[in-house]
């Protein structure tokens, strides 16, 4: 099997999309899969995690998306090795938020600056590549859009208005479609921060479940769990955190439930 890979996106922020891409890809990396994050996020969050304190970045998206960017360099130099082994990186930075009016100039051929930098090399050497995207429907979020082949869509069951940026992602993910990426698919929605003790959460789920439809969204839940505040303050994976919580134990059953999409 090639390569999948998956774009994390949601045009709310503040929903977990950044926890999904550490901790899922964490989690098959732990079941010897191996796994490639692309962090499509220019505060860089992702990278702040998964890089280890000894490696300096040089190379990064920056690079591969700068339109100013005379001498690309190979996507193979922009890869970095993580604190799991299996586990790799292309990161980002600061200065990639920039760019932003400088790709829009290219457009059209701007929306597949990032599929043909890294796409054909990331999919013959990784077994799952995740796109951490920002929490707006920028231009770098359509850029992952036209290099991926799914995209998980998480949502918070702690606030009403969770649902609010969904149907702008689905839209957007139509329209890629529709014009230039055929291969892409909505893969399932994830609801993130359950507890099931609360009314708001077992009504935002219910109304999850009546406007897309059970078959729609990942079974396994991820429920509240003060290890994971803890942990993104840490700023470690739920994992190298507390590897024994709930929270780590949700993230390993989804992994299971993701792996069994693929027939893994």
Same mark, same amino acid.
């Given at each position: 099997?090639?390569?999948?890979?998956?774009?994390?996106?949601?045009?709310?922020?503040?929903?977990?999309?950044?926890?999904?891409?550490?901790?899922?890809?964490?989690?098959?990396?732990?079941?010897?899969?191996?796994?490639?994050?692309?962090?499509?996020?220019?505060?860089? %969050?992702?990278?702040?995690?998964?890089?280890?304190?000894?490696?300096?970045?040089?190379?990064?998206?920056?690079?591969?998306?700068?339109?100013?960017?005379?001498?690309?360099?190979?996507?193979?130099?922009?890869?970095?090795?993580?604190?799991?082994?299996?586990?790799?990186?292309?990161?980002?930075?600061?200065?990639?938020?920039?760019?932003?009016?400088?790709?829009?100039?290219?457009?059209?051929?701007?929306?597949?600056?990032?599929?043909?930098?890294?796409?054909?090399?990331?999919?013959?050497?990784?077994?799952?590549?995740?796109?951490?995207?920002?929490?707006?429907?920028?231009?770098?979020?359509?850029?992952?859009?036209?290099?991926? %082949?799914?995209?998980?869509?998480?949502?918070?069951?702690?606030?009403?208005?969770?649902?609010?940026?969904?149907?702008?992602?689905?839209?957007?993910?139509?329209?890629?479609? +529709?014009?230039? +990426?055929?291969?892409?698919?909505?893969?399932?929605?994830?609801? +993130?921060?359950?507890?099931? *003790?609360?009314?708001?959460?077992?009504?935002?789920?219910?109304?999850?479940?009546?406007?897309?439809?059970?078959?729609?969204?990942?079974?396994?839940?991820?429920?509240?769990?003060?290890?994971?505040?803890?942990?993104?303050?840490?700023?470690?994976?739920?994992?190298?955190?507390?590897?024994?919580? *709930?929270?780590?134990?949700?993230?390993?059953?989804?992994?299971?439930?993701?792996?069994?999409?693929?027939?893994?």
């Amino acid at each position: 099997m090639a390569g999948v890979i998956c774009a994390i996106s949601n045009h709310k922020g503040g929903v977990g999309k950044t926890s999904l891409a550490l901790n899922l890809s964490t989690a098959l990396a732990i079941k010897k899969k191996k796994v490639l994050v692309i962090d499509n996020d220019p505060q860089g %969050d992702a990278t702040k995690v998964l890089i280890p304190g000894n490696i300096r970045i040089t190379k990064s998206i920056y690079e591969l998306l700068n339109p100013g960017e005379e001498n690309k360099p190979d996507i193979i130099d922009c890869i970095y090795p993580t604190i799991h082994t299996k586990l790799y990186l292309l990161p980002n930075v600061e200065e990639t938020a920039g760019l932003d009016l400088d790709i829009i100039e290219k457009y059209p051929e701007c929306l597949l600056f990032l599929r043909n930098q890294v796409r054909k090399y990331v999919i013959e050497n990784y077994d799952f590549i995740f796109i951490d995207c920002s929490p707006t429907l920028s231009i770098f979020v359509a850029n992952a859009l036209y290099t991926a %082949d799914c995209c998980i869509v998480p949502m918070d069951a702690g606030s009403a208005n969770s649902l609010d940026g969904l149907r702008k992602v689905l839209d957007l993910i139509n329209s890629i479609q +529709n014009n230039g +990426n055929p291969d892409l698919k909505f893969l399932k929605l994830l609801i +993130n921060r359950v507890d099931r *003790r609360t009314v708001i959460s077992k009504t935002v789920m219910e109304d999850a479940e009546d406007r897309f439809g059970r078959n729609r969204i990942f079974r396994t839940v991820i429920p509240v769990n003060t290890t994971f505040q803890q942990s993104e303050f840490a700023q470690k994976t739920i994992f190298d955190f507390d590897q024994n919580s *709930r929270g780590a134990a949700a993230y390993r059953k989804l992994a299971m439930e993701f792996l069994s999409l693929f027939k893994l």
